[in-house]
């Protein structure tokens, strides 16, 4: 349940460490959150990407939707597919998927 932390405690040192944390690095830190039901932390991240002009990807987007249907905010999931729309990125079967479940 900890590993959620430990993602962030990790973006934080390659910050520290003038290290950029691209796409991947954001995505699989989204995964964790996801992963220890933090949807809040799961969309803080999504929200920085922009912050830091990374690109969110598919993955971004189906792993924090994931992590709001988990904790069923699906409001939340739902306005999440809409900006994937909004940034001209595909709807996936997993993204629909993961906001309806």
């Known amino acids: ?3 959620w932390q430990q993602s962030l ?6 910050r520290y460490e003038h290290v950029l944390p691209d796409a991947i690095s954001y995505n699989a ?5 996801e992963k220890g039901k933090e ?3 799961a969309l803080s991240l ?12 598919a993955i971004s987007y189906n792993a924090a939707i994931s992590a709001c249907e988990k904790a069923e905010h699906w409001q939340q999931a739902l306005s ?22």
């Open 39 to 41: 949807w809040q932390q």
């Open 80 to 101: 999440l597919l809409e900006a994937m729309r909004g940034d001209d990125l595909a709807l996936e079967v997993i993204s629909c998927n993961a906001a309806i479940s």
């Open 29 to 33: 830190a989204i995964s964790a959150c």
């Open 9 to 14: 405690s990790l973006l934080e040192v390659m």
């Open 46 to 57: 999504l929200n920085a990407m922009r912050t830091h002009e990374l690109l969110a990807t």
């Open 1 to 3: 349940g900890e590993q």
